[in-house]
């Protein structure tokens, strides 16, 4: 992620004081729970209860502020004891909420069942002063949740993506500086048992979804979009997550489509129809030398079109752990930039130059089955970059067919310091993948990366 470090101090600063005073509000509701609901704990009612945000006072006119009738709605909805309870956002109307924290946990399973239209504050100007510009709507502490309906969520990014900040927004073409900051859509945070259904969401001012320490995640059938270059408009982006997958859903943007970040495993990604955009990601891993641990990720059955990139792994130099257990199955890449690239030299020339390092985050055991249809001829169909002391193992080829998508000129893989090997021709040949196992590598890094570490 690009725009991670910029202010990491600041979103840190904000998600302590977050948590310090979402405690202490938890702890208030715990002990208030406590004296009247102790003789139901154990038998909750078995009925559905819905609670209309409009019955709570919620006007929905796009321009009233909604804020404190949708606040409402949700602690209603929390604290009651029955086995789901559905908070409905009715369809024909646009409803304004600005920066808010949805908390938990709550007592039944949650359903927030959008069918209108909820958007934040219109760009910066807008934005609430004394409010972090990196968060729009975030769930935190949840299981149990649905976040589904025919409605949009609608980020209203035109303003954040024109501030002069932002890559060639600036005079003449420039990237000033100034403030950047630029909140994503929707943060589930340290939640579990979460399903995203049906909604379409567009027009982020920064990330779409993003799941910070989440377990069990199925997002199914999403529409997401923003224009091609909207900058860092990421689909999804999960990171610390485990049991994660993502199926059906639709995305163009300008950033990348899913981005895998450190700490996910069993991650399931499949029937995604992607671009344009960025393609497919894990990573970027290892900033700043840190420690990057990802494994067990496969994306299948999808189509990636007029992207940047197809599937990407990319790491900084200096950082250390391990990517592995990597499959990327029937995937379709039409008119694609790298349909499969490994960059262990991942670098934003931010200024600094990114020098050479000893240290890489280990890349082994990725599997690429079933890779056809076109690529962009400015770059290689394939590119392996592989570190020069950390050389990335077993890579596996099988039935690759990528052709040229203008003119017959055909450009040949590159490989640097890559081991694996071709399960069956591929087109076109691949001629530079090194044999065998290299000595200097020992599984230590994979190992180190075991969970319960
Ligand atoms: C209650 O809601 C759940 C989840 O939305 C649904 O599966 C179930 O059929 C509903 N039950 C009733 C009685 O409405
Ligand atoms: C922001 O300021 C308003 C008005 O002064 C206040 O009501 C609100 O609680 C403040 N919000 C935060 C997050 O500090
Ligand atoms: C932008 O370019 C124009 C024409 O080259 C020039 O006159 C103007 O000074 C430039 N503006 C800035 C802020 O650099
Ligand atoms: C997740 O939510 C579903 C739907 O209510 C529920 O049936 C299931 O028990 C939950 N699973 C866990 C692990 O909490
Ligand atoms: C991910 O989890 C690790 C270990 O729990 C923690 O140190 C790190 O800050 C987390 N990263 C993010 C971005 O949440
Ligand atoms: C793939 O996803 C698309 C878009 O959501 C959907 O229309 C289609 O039915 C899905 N295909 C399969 C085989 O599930
Ligand atoms: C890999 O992840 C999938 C879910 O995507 C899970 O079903 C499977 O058990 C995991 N494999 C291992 C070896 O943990
Ligand atoms: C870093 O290593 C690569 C690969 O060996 C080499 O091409 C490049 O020139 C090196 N860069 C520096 C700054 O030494
Ligand atoms: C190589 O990777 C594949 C998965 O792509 C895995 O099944 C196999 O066990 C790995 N081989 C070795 C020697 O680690």
Known sequence: MKYCHISALVFCIFFLSLIVSIQARHHFHQKHRHSHSHSHKSSKTPH???????????????????????????????????????????????????????????????????????????????????????????????NGMSLEGSGLIDGRGHKWWELPCKPHRGPNGTTAPGPCDS?????????????????????????????????????????????????????????????????????????????????????????????????????????????????????????????????RIKTWQGGSGSVSGITFSNIHMDNVRNPMIIDQFYCLNEGERCSNKTSAVVVSDILYTSIKGTYDIRNPPMSFACSDTVPCTNLTLSDIELLPDQGNMVLDPFCWNAYGDLRTLTIPPVFCLLDGFPQSILHNDIAHCSRDS
């Open 183 to 311: 909140p994503m859509a929707i943060n589930f945070f340290m939640s579990s048992n979460l399903s995203v259904q049906e909604l379409r969401v567009k027009d982020s001012p920064q990330i779409h979804f993003r799941f910070d320490a989440c377990r069990s995640v199925h997002v199914e059938s999403i529409h997401i979009t923003a224009p091609r270059l909207s900058p860092n408009t990421d689909g999804i982006h999960i990171e610390n997550s485990s049991d994660v997958r993502i199926y059906n859903t639709v995305i163009s943007n300008g950033d990348d489509c899913v981005s895998i970040g450190t700490g996910c495993y069993d991650v399931d990604i499949k029937n995604i129809t992607c671009g344009p955009g960025h393609g497919i990601s894990i990573g970027s891993l290892g900033k700043y030398n840190t420690r990057a641990c990802v494994s067990n990720i496969t994306v299948r059955d999808s189509v990636i079109q007029m992207t940047d990139n197809g599937v």
């Open 48 to 142: 559905n209860f819905t609670f209309d945000v409009t019955k709570f006072g919620a006007i929905g006119d796009g321009i009233t502020d909604d804020t404190e009738s949708f606040k409402m709605a949700w602690d209603t909805a929390c604290q009651t004891e029955s086995q789901v309870n559905i908070i409905i956002v009715p369809k024909g109307f646009s409803f304004l909420i600005q920066p808010t924290i949805f908390t938990g946990p709550c007592h039944g399973y949650l359903v927030l069942k959008v069918d209108g239209t909820i958007m934040p504050p219109d760009g910066p100007d807008s934005w609430p002063k004394n409010n972090s510009r990196r968060l729009w709507l975030v769930f935190y502490r949840i």
